[in-house]
């Protein structure tokens, strides 16, 4: 059994069946990528994993535990962390204290907001999140205003502020969405490092094949909110359900 279980989650809109008998299972400490054309599925698919929608029929759990149900606060707290399209940072402050933010949640969700000159006093959260900011290779940015990052920079400040809450499973949706190839590859090492040096689970939605191809190493296809295919990446590529979700037409 997967640290994340997703077993026979339908959604519907009206007329629109989004999802339909989905089932899939994430190992732990691998990476998953959730693949397939627009409209497959697979945004509603991860706010279903974490809590922000409710399958019509279904379960998802995380360890053994449902997540369905669950506020933002208490899925970070079952040690689940996401990664937006868009990075949602707070762009008035500076990256180390965008960083040191998320060291002073409090397990009702809200924050214990204290003079941030006087955070290294509270048990070494300063250090603790300059040694994570260290570990995306932004330290000489820690005094930058966040706003005034690139795109790929920003995306490095936000796993910093989720892996500073030390996760055990990262969602990421298309972690290189409008990116510069440059970025994209930067960001794609970014994360082979982060799974290298960490016991840590990966689902990753994304469009980009060459992001998919380099971190996966289990992939589940959809196709109009069906599952076509689950498989290692090699099986993936050429396979004819693939090909005809992804071209129309199956190829010998």
């Known amino acids: 059994m997967g640290i994340l279980e997703v077993n026979g989650v339908n959604k519907r809109f009206g007329g629109l069946q989004a999802l339909n008998n989905v089932n899939l299972s994430v190992e732990e400490n691998t990476v998953h990528a959730i693949i397939g054309p627009n409209g497959a599925g697979k945004s509603t698919l991860l706010n279903c994993l974490i809590g922000k929608l409710a399958p019509d029929t279904g379960s998802v759990t995380f360890d053994g535990k449902s997540v369905l149900g669950r506020k933002p606060h208490e899925i970070n707290q079952m040690g689940i962390s996401r990664v937006f399209q868009t990075p949602e940072i707070f762009g008035d402050l500076t990256v180390l ?14 924050f214990r907001l204290h003079a941030l000159e006087s955070v290294e006093d509270e048990a070494g959260i300063g250090e ?15 005094d930058m205003h966040a706003a005034s990052l690139s795109r ?16 055990r499973l990262l969602l990421l949706d298309e972690p290189t969405a409008g990116m510069a190839r440059a970025d994209t590859n930067n960001t794609i090492e970014l994360l ?57 037409q199956a190829h010998s």
């Not at 040191?100 to 397990?107: L, Q, T, V, Y």
């Not at 300059?130 to 820690?142: F, S």
């Open 97 to 110: 204290e965008n960083v040191i933010i998320p060291c002073f949640a409090k397990r009702d969700g809200s």
């Open 128 to 142: 603790r999140a300059e040694r994570m900011l260290a570990d995306v290779n932004m330290l000489d940015k820690r």
């Open 152 to 167: 790929g920079d920003k995306r490095r400040l936000e796993m910093a502020m989720c892996l500073v809450q030390e996760p």
């Open 192 to 248: 082979k490092e982060i799974k290298a040096s960490r016991d840590i689970t990966m689902a990753i939605i994304e469009h980009d094949m060459h992001v998919v191809f380099s971190l996966a190493e289990r992939i589940t296809v959809l196709a109009q909110g069906t599952p076509l295919v689950e498989d290692i990446p090699a099986n993936i590529k050429g396979h004819p359900k693939v090909q005809e979700a992804y071209l129309g």
